[in-house]
């Protein structure tokens, strides 16, 4: 669960959608593999039981809906198990057959070039789980340029990437591919395909791994005759005879593995502008190997899942990409897949970028620090003249607020000051620094009234301060400490103004 805020400053809260496809419940009373009607059966009793009978406080049974069997399990044995005391209870264990998880990145280009820094954070997050190894979608850089900005993509991209302590292997998309101008001197017949096999490796490949296939396929190999390469028009989204024939061949090596999993840019499955090539060509013969699991791709920069006759074709969104997160909770948003693989079944699941916690980070000395900045009260001064002054520049005032750093690591915060009532005016709105541990630094903030004399109550006033601990690997966020300034009440106001212009005039007239 992250928070965001939205524009009007408040925070909401978002929980991301993930497909989890298998249960690591196993059979208690019969702690061997059970048989896969009695695993059903179970389930359904399960299902009917547990939210009525087993469990009074839940309020929900989305736990029940499970796309995987229950993991086979087997008794303990001495040789497994070992305890000092006396139970009766059954502890079953898991299955010692190989299983073996790895990622799958998203799209990191299309948006900003600071999209690295998501990528950076993919990066970081699958370090801490520690995967077999990271598959790709593609559009790995910005691309659509020359050989000298390519490269210089390229080299940052690879520098990121070399960081994870698994093995990463590529795929092409366009933005990997595309040459920009197209009719700038010195234009490679294939753009930049050659580039891309010199620096990333092959365009289509397969490897195997613990009893799987992985085969990756090029998606936009484009007119061959002419160079033409263009996502949007079916004819130039047909797979190549040469690279059918690798993925028919590749397919056959894969024939004795558990599972065979492919990977490529575009999510030619889905038709429109594809064109039907994939489903009249290319699926069928995915079908007829038997063993194919599932598709991954990227392209569209959200989440989406499409199964057909038994293979599960997923699509992600970015990591690092734009976004437009249009629903971050349905799949827009910069994610992960990771995928658990075992003998009859794969689970998926997508992780958000940036929300992997690093256990080994969160000492003692941290906690410490976090919290005595989430407890400590807004070092401010000043206060505001509200009321009915005769001249509106006397109300407001100037608020002065001290920002501290007492932790053992760097800071950076951010003052902002907030009101519902629009005819105060706030200089500046916000501000922001960081500093570094045991600095403090103090802000001045300017609060004036742009309306006429009032007598009726005004609005307060509210300083928000936001703070991040800037650890090795983690921004730690800080909940807001909000606080009103303190008003006072303005003297000589309107009403006896008012009142001394009535006498006034009332003295004159006498006269």
Not at 380 to 393: I, K, N
């Amino acid at each position: 669960m992250s928070k965001h805020r939205n524009r009007e400053g408040r925070c909401w809260q978002h929980v991301v959608v993930v497909l989890v496809t298998a249960s690591v419940c196993g059979s208690w009373l019969n702690p061997s593999s059970a048989s896969e009607e009695e695993a059903a059966s179970g389930s359904k009793r399960q299902a009917a039981q547990e939210p009525l009978i087993e469990t009074p406080h839940l309020g929900h049974g989305r736990h029940l809906h499970r796309h995987g069997k229950a993991h086979a399990t087997h008794l303990p044995t001495p040789q497994r198990f070992f305890t000092t005391r006396s139970s009766d209870v059954v502890l079953p264990l898991p299955d010692e057959a190989d299983a073996f998880t790895f990622a799958v990145f998203g799209d990191r280009t299309g948006g900003p070039p600071e999209g690295v820094d998501v990528l950076a954070d993919a990066v970081r997050d699958v370090n801490l789980l520690e995967p077999d190894l990271v598959m790709t979608v593609g559009d790995l850089i910005n691309g659509y340029n020359q050989t000298e900005e390519w490269l210089a993509q390229t080299r940052e991209f690879k520098a990121i990437m070399d960081r994870l302590l698994c093995p990463w292997f590529p795929v092409a998309g366009n933005h990997d591919v595309y040459w920009r101008p197209l009719r700038a001197p010195g234009r490679p017949k294939t753009q930049h395909d050659e580039n891309y096999e010199l620096h990333f490796g092959p365009l289509w490949y397969s490897f195997r791994h613990k009893q799987c296939h992985f085969i990756v396929l090029y998606s936009d190999e484009g007119d061959p005759a002419s160079g033409e390469k263009d996502f949007q028009k079916p004819e130039l989204q047909r797979i190549s005879p040469e690279q059918l024939v690798f993925l028919e061949e590749a397919l056959s090596r894969g024939q004795d593995c558990h599972h065979q999993f492919v990977f490529l840019h575009h999510p030619r499955w889905l038709g429109g502008g594809y064109g039907d090539d994939w489903k009249t060509r290319v699926h069928p013969r995915l079908t007829a190997a038997g063993n194919v699991t599932a598709v991954f791709a990227g392209h569209v920069h959200h989440m989406r899942y499409d199964p057909a006759d038994g293979i599960e074709y997923v699509t992600l969104a970015t990591v690092g990409g734009g976004q437009k997160a249009t629903v971050p909770a349905a799949g827009y948003l910069h994610q992960y897949h990771l995928v658990a693989v075992r003998k009859n079944q794969v689970a998926l699941a997508a992780f958000p970028v940036g929300e992997a916690i690093n256990v080994r980070e969160i000492t003692g000395q941290l906690h410490e620090d976090a919290t005595r900045l989430a407890e400590s009260p807004l070092n401010m001064q000043g206060e505001l003249t509200v009321g009915t002054c005769q001249a509106s520049e006397s109300l407001g005032g100037e608020v002065r607020v001290t920002v501290q750093n007492p932790t053992r690591y760097p800071l950076e915060f951010m003052l902002t000051l907030q009101s519902c009532e629009p005819r105060w005016r706030l200089t500046p709105d916000h501000t922001h620094g960081r500093l570094e541990p045991g600095e403090q630094r103090e802000h001045r903030l300017r609060v004036t009234w742009a309306g006429l004399p009032t007598d009726r109550p005004v609005a307060a006033v509210e300083v928000v301060l936001t703070q991040d601990i800037l650890a090795p690997t983690t921004r730690y966020a800080i909940p807001a400490i909000v606080a009103a300034v303190p008003q006072r009440q303005g003297t000589g106001g309107a009403a006896e103004a008012a009142g001394n212009t009535a006498d006034q005039l009332q003295g004159n007239q006498s006269q």
